[in-house]
């Protein structure tokens, strides 16, 4: 049943439920030697927190970070780092109807299937406050990726059909909905507010792109790059499908299409033509930009009547009252980002000891 | 590095590469009484053996299992399972030439990028001979989802354009595709012969479809059963996207489409209305049909031309001559249907300590 | 890096320094269904807590621990327990003295070794302070065994050379040292008087004797339930040795002595005549009581004058202030029961899935 | 139940029983570039077979053992290593009388009660023979830390009471007990001699030494280099006990006594007057040699007659026939060497990502 725990080398464990007294993270493994604040975490959490425009609840959290432990003098000491956000809003409402019924869309039902029961207020452990400490840990990884070279950009690429045409990373936080096109960004505002009036919600695609990877990261059977990346973001609730490059368009494409051609630039360097792979060959960065996208399904929490079932064994109608986002995308965004620098940490920390002249390098030298 | 293990309660490690000696799998933590014959892995690894149609390599390989370990008297002992396909036609042919170079679409340049130098014949250990330590252990792996009246069923969505648009299951086995519609099947197999003419090859789409999984199997954060699916299928070499349920269609679809309305049947279970979820809500299995769908790239060796490196610094053409598969799709339905089932053991063996009185009851009783 | 987190099912993760802002565990996989209060998890930390007795430093700490998550309407949930200990009594005294030195027989040196710096204020991450997410995560494994009809007792067995012999379970309660012999703790005490006026300390042996296991759990070959607490005792801070059963006595033993008879009871259960095996039988409980051994090496913070080394390049004569244990005995036997503890519910945990038949009772029942 | 597997960067799963096709091992996460031929792994493996002296069962087996993969040129290639030695000597002799009882000392019992069956063929998955897979892992381990600079020597400290007075080294490879003092070994021979006259066994002591581990390895916490060292050691069968350094002796020592005095040396490294410590503080290597003691319990297969039961209900004498060692020490000494071996490599690969400028240094340069 442990399964609040994600990494091997850089481990980090989440825990909390929405309403209980906070949610955190514990990350064990990061290295030694890096500068860390609670504004550092701080910045990746208020990209996530509700309040910030018409499309996320007006439910007001401050999500202040606290560091309890592995920080020294402003730097991690190897040991774990103990990261804290107290829930501040639980508010003491009414929650009987959710207990008592399973809310279609959402994990109710499958919670008491394996417990027997479930901390319904609020969506408990499946509420989307579970990823603070996913985006607190995730903004250590990023700051050490950052330390070593690479970085990565996540953004909106969709919101029901209307998607990006153009990619202005300057953009991107300039609007709400976290889109790299202010046209686009205006469009899906729109049709967002016609969703609200509709107390109904949307889906959408959330993309993002790593720069800087050396080639050859990554293991080549069971612990791909692309495939601890795929667990990674399909592990955040609402995604539900994942792509790599070109995806699932290769289903389409032909061999002569779809390969990549090598070539040697003016360094020496190899590179590819173009990048249909999304930057992994055979499990492992082959040195171009990494591309990957996740579908996010529309917000289950919608105020329309619904057709469902209560735990005593009647058939109802149900009507979800309080406050939900209209679209998981734009706070999701930054989860995304998280989670990839969380598997690409791992996999550069793992990698330094694939070759034994690495180790007797660094041991003799 | 260590990247060919795969599973916590079920796991299995992979070990050969397409030229050595032969490829194996060990399985660690089997359950004790299963009945098991080479003959119950042998008809899965018929699926994936080359020279079965003009679609697949005319290379002919027996992959005849054995049996090292861990059955007695017909049964498993709950110890490790030692299998072994020894390879027979590893032909001495000189490969200088892939030595030398990186071919496009393949890992050879991210090998070398990663380890200094690689096992260059017929792919080493990406070649997709990797694959039939997998099915030996999917193969175990149905065998007790069967025991406990789960069923997976894996076949050709699509390929290239065209996409099947009945499900005849009776007819999979029929055509070499492994397509469940005869039609399609026509169509397809045309399709490939032109690609083949051209010395090009297709992608495709892989479906399975899992019946009979109790509700509440998968963990809720990280290990949620859809992440562990999309990990397994991922990892398999050539798959570029992968999709639960309604997948990327719920980008634009609005919560009241998405959502699977909850009823009571008539013998009081639970059931949903519709399954745009796929079978699995906030990470575990909600009792309906698991369905997950991998998209296939086309496979990479083409005999087209080709721009690229070698390992010497000179951008060069390249010519790739031998035996090749126009597309991996047929070949990989097992393999999908093999690793989903990895994963749907270790999910149930994992459950079984989920609750307090679930323990009381099996040790006190 | 990653090493603060011990288990397979029952997995737990601790935190914190000796002088930060607190102390925690986060465990994961505990079962849902079981009553658990802050009281329970006290009880435990009690027994560890200082300024108990004169043997232990006057240093007044409370270590209250708080459940932060995990728990609903008394019960856990399966999902993440997460307790903290806040730090209270952190004196900002001068550690100039310890910063620029390496106290003999402590983690000074290593740590320093390994990250380059280290926190040093009273010890650090080394401190007995990391014990408290052990000992608060014991707990909750301890009340879990309790359902299953399994007791953990563990007490001091010898100080010094002063050892036990008697085994009066109702007396380990009446005295500092947790000695089941009043006479022994009588002895045992005014050794560690004299040690003390000596500014010295000393080492001693913890025993653990734990009833009710059923037989066959453990894994047969690395992850023998012997191994398995071998790590687990092994893993507090001053442990140097263990033993199992007869332990090394057996090295002088000969078969015949050593090997246990079988037979039945009236009952017709599988008995031993003897126990030297200790419960244990090729990694797998007997049936018998399990019973192991630790030595605990004495405090290695004397305030006897020592030489060692400071970091800029000087041996010096080092001269320990403030207040420390004369024996760490007392204090880490609840320790050791914790780390049992922990061990064996992740066994009972893992063993649930090693039959078929099991598996299909569970699941088609 | 998946208890095969052991170690986290340096991954080996051993599989086989006695009385199958054979036993082997998978070594997942071998540094690639290691020189490796079986000769390399065949003179562990001689270290440990039996037949070498009138101590030894005079089975003749040769284990000669096979490389299968992950071998390319005479150098490893960084994927799977699958070392297999095929069983040649299963006589098919009638085992109906070991079926059907529960042998003392023996995991028989303990497989029926987890399992409900077993493998009783010649012990099955508990022979000694599974060790085999082990030693030819510890093989490949041994030889990486060889070109870091790391030895590891092992030997028989003591057989009953006759315990070695001198360490000559050279004298090891000299008797057929392994042990590094000619007088010693010859007492021992006449003690075993004693032994076997009277059908009888005997237990002992072995010590292994490890020179030139560099400081700072191993994980503060739970995964210590200690903690590592004693579930490694302790999985081996008749493990009944494990000391570090000075071991059971500081229980009886004082602080003053055990504190080992660091000091610069000539060159300005950090020393130790003394290593009560065994070479390990707070769970890191300290430079000075690793000092490690496992207490081996006498042979439980005697041919003295026994008390037992068998599997119908009934309190039987039983007397076993058949070739057994009279002690189990010798042929262990390698076993012990190869479990410390792959302890190390695997904290040395582990540390490698300690700290954040050693990431930098290695992928920025």
Redesign the interface.
């Known amino acids: 049943?442990?399964?609040?725990?994600?990494?091997?080398?850089?481990?980090i464990?989440?825990?909390?439920?929405s309403h209980?007294?906070?949610?955190?993270v514990?990350i064990?493994?990061?290295?030694?030697?890096?500068s860390l604040s609670s504004e550092d975490i701080q910045l990746y959490l208020n990209r996530r927190k509700p309040g910030q425009s018409r499309f996320t609840t007006p439910r007001k959290e401050d999500d202040a970070v606290?560091?309890?432990?592995?920080v020294?003098e402003g730097?991690?000491?190897?040991?774990?780092?103990?990261l804290?956000v107290y829930n501040c809003n639980q508010k003491s409402k009414d929650y009987s109807e959710i207990a008592a019924c399973?809310r279609?869309?959402?994990?109710d039902?499958?919670?008491?299937?394996?417990?027997?029961?479930?901390?319904y207020r609020g969506g408990?452990?499946?509420s989307g406050r579970?990823t603070i400490g996913r985006v607190a840990a995730g903004a250590v990884a990023a700051k050490?990726l950052k330390?070593?070279?690479i970085n990565l950009t996540a953004y909106t690429k969709?919101i029901?059909?209307i998607s990006i045409s153009t990619l202005d990373l300057a953009e991107i936080a300039n609007n709400a909905l976290y889109m790299p096109d202010a046209d686009a960004a205006a469009k899906a505002s729109a049709y967002l507010d016609t969703?609200m009036q509709?107390h109904?919600?949307?889906?959408?695609?959330i993309e993002c792109i790593i720069d800087g990877m050396?080639?050859?990261?990554?293991?080549?059977?069971?612990?791909?790059l692309?495939?601890?990346?795929?667990?990674?973001?399909?592990?955040i609730?609402a995604v539900?499908?994942?792509?790599?490059?070109?995806?699932?368009?290769?289903?389409?494409?032909?061999?002569?299409?779809?390969?990549?051609?090598?070539?040697?630039d003016e360094n020496?360097n190899?590179c590819k033509?173009t990048n249909h792979?999304?930057g992994i060959?055979?499990?492992?960065?082959?040195?171009a930009p990494i591309v990957l996208r996740a579908?996010?399904?529309?917000?289950?929490?919608?105020f329309?009547a619904?057709?469902?079932?209560n735990r005593s064994?009647?058939?109802i109608t149900l009507e979800i009252k309080g406050r939900h986002d209209p679209v998981i995308v734009p706070r999701a965004v930054v989860v995304v980002e998280s989670m990839a620098a969380l598997v690409l940490v791992d996999a550069?920390?793992?990698?330094?000891?694939?070759?034994?002249?690495?180790?007797?390098e660094?041991?003799?030298s």
């Open positions: 049943m442990a399964g609040s725990t994600f990494g091997k080398q850089f481990k464990t989440t825990w909390g439920e209980g007294a906070g949610v955190g514990v064990d493994g990061c290295p030694a030697g890096l606290e560091i309890l432990s592995g020294f730097k991690t000491t190897g040991t774990p780092i103990s804290v399973y279609p869309g959402h994990a039902y499958t919670f008491d299937a394996k417990y027997g029961f479930r901390d408990g452990r499946s579970e050490i330390e070593l070279g969709s029901g059909d969703c509709e109904d919600s949307s889906g959408g695609v050396p080639a050859g990261i990554g293991e080549p059977v069971f612990d791909k692309d495939a601890d990346l795929a667990k990674a973001i399909f592990s609730g539900k499908g994942f792509e790599i490059g070109d995806g699932f368009l290769t289903s389409f494409a032909k061999g002569s299409e779809n390969n990549d051609a090598f070539f040697y020496g190899v033509k792979a999304g060959l055979g499990g492992m960065s082959d040195g579908a996010v399904k529309p917000t289950p929490s919608i329309k619904q057709q469902t079932v064994g009647e058939n550069l920390m793992e990698n330094m000891s694939s070759r034994l002249e690495h180790m007797i660094f041991y003799n």
